[in-house]
């Protein structure tokens, strides 16, 4: 193969095609990625509107299909996302084997605990 820069190898390459000494492989990720891009958007306010922004009207639309619609699958993402998941404990102390008594004992005495 000659060193000339061709569309296989273009310009900083081997001739076999690889990334040269020094070459960092691209121009690596946009400044901007769409999550800002769209927060950059929700800050806005649109033609003819005084103060209020995209944000404001997205919140609005959110909670009234969560509350005057009753859509009860929109309060749960609320509620997701507001005050996060229940947190699932892993008892581990057993290794996956318990029998039922050892559970039900167990139950009972973080029952009693709360």
């Known amino acids: ?3 000339e820069i061709t569309d296989i190898n273009g310009d900083k390459r081997n001739p076999d095609g690889t ?10 990720r946009p400044v901007f990625s769409l999550i800002s891009m769209l927060k950059a958007e929700l ?3 649109p033609e003819g509107q005084d103060k209020r922004t995209y944000a404001d009207m997205l919140i609005q639309r959110i909670m009234k299909k969560a509350i005057s ?9 609320i509620l997701q996302y507001v005050e996060g998941m229940p947190r699932q404990g892993i008892d581990m ?3 996956g084997k ?5 559970f039900l004992n ?4 973080r029952d ?3």
């Open 69 to 77: 619609d009753g859509d009860d699958q929109q309060i749960k993402n």
């Open 19 to 28: 990334f040269a000494e020094g070459n960092k492989g691209g121009p690596g």
């Open 112 to 114: 009693n605990q709360e």
């Open 93 to 95: 102390k057993h290794q």
């Open 106 to 109: 167990e139950s009972e005495t």
């Open 98 to 102: 318990i029998t039922l008594e050892e």
């Open 43 to 45: 800050q806005k306010c």
């Open 1 to 3: 193969m000659t060193d």
